[in-house]
T-cell receptor, first 116, second 113 residues
Framework: DAGVIQSPRHEVTEMGQEVTLRCKPI?????LFWYRQTMMRGLELLIYFNNNVPIDDSGMPEDRFSAKMPNASFSTLKIQPSEPRDSAVYFC??????????????FGSGTRLTVV | RKEVEQDPGPFNVPEGATVAFNCTYS??????FFWYRQDCRKEPKLLMSVYSSGNEDGRFTAQLNRASQYISLLIRDSKLSDSATYLCVVNERAGGGADGLTFGKGTHLIIQP
């Protein structure tokens, strides 16, 4: 039951480089979320989309981060330029598509980003 | 600031024992509640929803106390495979909107043989 596919699974990059993380929802959805998880801060919501439209990006750390959702089957999270403090696991999650409102999310396997 | 608080643990529990942990939330208007399980280096997965009347799923029992603003998870006859991090999740949106989930940082559980 692969509801969300994320790529790459692991990414190691040098400080200053551009990083693009990808999310491909397989199952139906109304909402798509990008989260970041670290040991210190737990899961943090970065941005979410409703029917492909960005609704709230207040969690995006700074202008270096941007996200797009050109269609219902694809979303990207871009960091440019990357910094070591961006190292974390980035999750994409979906909700909706027939599930009752308020129900839980389905997460992708995540992208483990290391910026050196 | 609206928060979901959990004891990070770790809880070290012998196999077969019963273990329980709580989670407190600050927003009294919260509408729905969940427990997620996250294995090491994996994504969070929904374990169970928490209903006002309490609910049970096999060895797992979830309870909600709205007056004191906490939810609990009880695991009976614990198995080695129960070792994981358990995330408390609260939906703070009125009407239970999909965009209102707040995640706790998780409680780490280790079941020992």
């Amino acid at each position: 039951d692969a509801g969300v596919i994320q790529s790459p699974r692991h990414e190691v990059t040098e400080m200053g480089q551009e990083v693009t993380l990808r999310c491909k929802p397989i199952s139906g959805h109304d909402y798509l979320f990008w989260y970041r998880q670290t040991m210190m801060r737990g899961l943090e919501l970065l941005i979410y989309f409703n029917n492909n439209v960005p609704i709230d990006d207040s969690g995006m750390p700074e202008d270096r981060f941007s996200a797009k959702m050109p269609n219902a089957s694809f979303s990207t999270l871009k960091i440019q330029p990357s910094e070591p403090r961006d190292s974390a696991v980035y999750f994409c999650a979906i909700q909706g598509g027939g599930q009752r409102r308020g129900y839980g999310y389905t997460f992708g396997s995540g992208t483990r980003l290391t910026v050196v | 600031r609206k928060e979901v608080e959990q004891d990070p643990g770790p809880f070290n529990v012998p196999e077969g024992a019963t273990v329980a942990f709580n989670c407190t939330y600050s927003n009294s208007a919260s509408q729905s509640f969940f427990w997620y399980r996250q294995d090491c280096r994996k994504e969070p997965k929904l374990l169970m929803s928490v209903y006002s009347s309490g609910n049970e799923d096999g060895r797992f029992t979830a309870q909600l106390n709205r007056a004191s603003q906490y939810i609990s998870l009880l695991i009976r006859d614990s198995k080695l495979s129960d070792s994981a991090t358990y995330l408390c999740v609260v939906n703070e949106r009125a009407g239970g909107g999909a965009d209102g989930l707040t995640f706790g940082k998780g409680t780490h559980l280790i079941i020992q043989p």
